[in-house]
């Protein structure tokens, strides 16, 4: 048996009931079993293999609708859908964002999502359950939490704040953080090399004793390839060549 929304041309299951050979009875609503546990079940046999029963079972589901949730705007940037919330002290799950099933409150409110308790009774005869609107509350003092950070223009990267307390837009915010940091290293980085290029160009590399020998034997060995590779004579690195062999030669000629 199934009971759907349908809204537009979407069209989403909102209930289903499911009496399998062995008589075992399930409940799913937007696609999360029913425990055994929930009222709609108090009295009844494991085995629903009476047709007693299934009215008995029908008539209860009739009473409930589903529990709204959070669907609030302000609260749909908190978390992606299909994605879980963890409290402040444990990484544990304690609530999620549900995906969208174009869904219509029995109060005629519409909601494309919602942001559930994971204690979340489902089938309420409020328009919350208990579980989710204690989780109201969290998600508020969260929200404000997400604005006064926002408002406090603090820094995110070198931080021991944990990604999974972050929001996406807080995500971002680090990314771009990190992105400027290493576009400013990076300048650093070619501005020293220029410096060390410049000192080079002017002063050549220096070497201790024994290795102006093997520097001598090594330019010489590379001579020919060098000029080929850069041929013009007046160029930037033919000169440097020229600086350094003959420095190299200066200071031979001192030992
Ligand atoms: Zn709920």
């Known amino acids: 048996m199934l009971q759907l929304y349908a809204n537009d041309s979407l069209t989403a299951i909102k209930l289903s009931v499911e009496i399998k050979s062995d008589f075992m009875c399930f409940v799913y609503l937007h696609r999360k079993c029913i425990l055994r546990s929930h009222q709609i079940w108090t009295g009844l046999p494991q085995h629903i293999n009476r047709v007693a029963y299934v009215l008995v079972l029908l008539e209860r589901l009739l009473k409930f609708d589903v529990c709204i949730g959070n669907p609030e705007v302000e609260f749909s940037n908190l978390v992606p859908i299909g994605s879980g919330l963890s409290s402040n002290n444990s990484p544990e799950i304690v609530a999620y964002r549900e995906e969208d099933?174009?869904?219509?409150?029995?109060?005629?409110?519409r909601?494309?999502?919602?942001i559930r308790s994971v204690k979340c009774d489902m089938l309420s005869t409020s328009k919350k359950c208990t579980a989710c609107k204690k989780y109201f509350?969290?998600?508020?003092?969260?929200?404000?939490?997400?604005?006064?950070?926002?408002?406090?223009?603090?820094?995110y990267s070198h931080t021991n704040f944990k990604h999974r307390d972050m929001t996406k837009q807080e995500l971002n915010m680090k990314l771009n953080e990190q992105k400027h940091?290493?576009?400013n290293l990076q300048t650093e980085l070619w501005k020293q090399r220029r410096e060390f290029d410049k000192i080079i160009t002017a002063n050549g590399i220096s070497v201790e004793g024994s290795e102006h020998h093997e520097l001598k034997d090594l330019m010489a060995s590379c001579e020919t390839e060098f000029e080929k590779s850069f041929p013009i004579s007046t160029s930037r690195q033919r000169l440097f060549w020229e600086q350094q062999m003959s420095f190299v030669l200066c200071v031979l000629t001192l030992y």
């Open 101 to 109: 099933f174009n869904a219509t409150h029995a109060s005629g409110e």
């Open 111 to 114: 909601y494309n999502s919602t």
């Open 137 to 155: 509350y969290l998600l508020q003092s969260r929200t404000n939490r997400v604005e006064s950070r926002l408002l406090s223009c603090r820094k």
């Open 181 to 183: 940091e290493i576009k």
